[in-house]
C-alpha cells in the first residue's frame, strides 16, 4: 500500500455521517471523473468504497 498511497488524512473527531477519512493523497496520478489527481479529498463526497482481491496465478 505504500508504493501507491503517499498518506491518508483522518478527521480528528468522529463526524456523524460516519465518514472518517479526510483526504487521500497518492504517489501517482489516478484518474477520478475523467481527470487525473493525486489528492483525493473525501470531505464532502459520497463514495461507493470496492474492496478487490487480485491473484496471481
Known amino acids: 500500500m505504500k508504493a501507491f498511497i503517499e498518506r491518508i488524512e483522518l ?3 468522529k463526524r456523524k455521517d ?3 477519512i479526510k483526504n ?3 504517489n501517482f ?3 477520478v471523473d475523467g481527470e ?3 489528492e ?3 470531505e464532502n463526497e459520497i ?3 470496492t474492496v478487490c482481491l487480485l491473484e496471481q496465478t
Open 18 to 20: 460516519g465518514c472518517w
Open 11 to 13: 478527521f480528528p473527531e
Open 47 to 49: 463514495m461507493l468504497e
Open 40 to 42: 483525493l479529498p473525501l
Open 24 to 26: 487521500i493523497v497518492f
Open 36 to 38: 487525473e489527481v493525486k
Open 29 to 31: 496520478p489516478v484518474l
